[in-house]
Structures are given as C-alpha cells and as structure tokens.
C-alpha cells in the first residue's frame, strides 16, 4: 500500500472528479464513511457543488436523519456501544427511502430525511427527484458493515489514538464501537477509497502499490 499525502481541497477535487466519472448504471450511491470526528457529513457537502459544476445531479443525505426512533434506539440506555454499533442507524430506512430508488430500478425518488432526532419524531422532509446520472452521497458513521448497497464506498480511518483525541468527550462512550467496526468489519480493506486524517489539515489517501 501507498500513503499519499493530500491537501484537502485537492483531495475533494480528486474525489469530485472520480464520482463524476463513476460509470454505474443510472445513479451512484455513494457511502462517505466514518466517524463524527473524521466529519464525514463535512467531505460530502464539500463534494456537492463540484459534482454539480460536472454536471452531476446531487443528493446529500445524512445518515444521522435516519437513526431509528429514541425508544427503539435507547433501549439498553444512551451510552451503550454494543447498541449504537448494531441498532442506532436505521438501515432498511436507509435502503427503503434512499438506496433502492437510487439503485438501477429505483425510480428516482428519494427521501433525504426520515426522523429528526433531536425532536424524536418524523421528519416530515419532501421527497426529491434524482434524475438518472445522479449522484447521492450519504454520509455518516458505521456505514459498511452490513448489507447496504453502495456503489462507491469512501472511508475516512483514524488512529485509535487520534480517534480518542478528536472523539468530543461526551461522545467517548462510542469509542468500543468503533473498535469493533474495525476489527469485524475492518471497511479499509474494501473501500474503495480510504482517507487517513489522523490530522485533519493533512490528510492521506491510501493507495494501492
């Protein structure tokens, strides 16, 4: 493997550019995955107007949008890793609102919110329309273990102690899960692209030798 180092405006121009040329049928879903403190919801919206300046259609959507209802989610308390890692994201909302109608016979519509959390109750968002060439970007944490089907998947990886450095203090109960994510799910092995930002100013794309 080969670590390059990038600036981070280079490295969006770079991703921009690669997702403009994504050659999947229809539309592309892509996962920007990682940690809060990796801020994936960040790199997604950067990449959203030079995907459009490419002439690509962009949808954004935030994983945390679609966490599951606060008695589903809390069930086993609010700081429980085990629960945050296996049930917090709703996931066949995920795939229902955003994923299969953005896959190759989807019709386009998707929903770019389903529950806001801080208010525990439905969104209430208006569904928009992807046109076919489009591009919808989803970004947020713990994106890649299960049976989500993206088409392209980014992976933001940090140290495990840059993560504990960078993880906010009140959110360091989290830390097991992301412990657990990288050894049984392990997502830099498979992304399609991984990003190194132990330091955020400076980050590294990892590449094939």
Do not use: C, K
């Not at 299969?100 to 208010?119: C, N, Q, T, V």
């Not at 504990?164 to 657990?180: E, H, I, S, V």
């Amino acid at each position: 493997m080969r670590v390059r180092p990038i600036s981070p405006d280079r490295l969006v121009r770079e991703l921009a550019d690669r997702l403009a040329r994504a050659g999947t049928p229809g539309r592309v879903r892509v996962a920007v995955d990682g940690p809060p403190a990796a801020e994936p919801d960040a790199l997604a919206a950067a990449l959203v107007d030079p995907l459009r300046a490419a002439g690509r259609p962009v949808l954004h959507v935030r994983a945390a949008d679609f966490l599951r209802p606060a008695s589903v989610r809390l069930e086993q308390g609010r700081t429980n890793p085990d629960a945050y890692y296996e049930g917090w994201l709703d996931e066949p909302g995920l795939r229902r609102e955003v994923l299969d109608p953005a896959g190759p016979d989807g019709d386009g519509r998707l929903l770019p919110s389903l529950w806001d959390a801080d208010a525990d109750r439905a969104s209430r968002a208006a569904y928009r329309d992807l046109p076919p060439g489009g591009v919808v970007l989803v970004s947020g944490a713990l994106l890649l273990g299960g049976a989500l089907p993206f088409d392209v998947a980014v992976h933001l990886v940090l140290s495990p102690a840059a993560l504990a450095r960078r993880t906010d203090p009140a959110a360091r109960w989290t830390l097991p899960a992301f412990a657990r994510y990288a050894e049984e799910v392990d997502p830099a092995s498979f992304a399609d692209v991984v990003v190194r930002v132990d330091d955020p100013r400076h980050p590294a794309l990892v590449e094939a030798a």
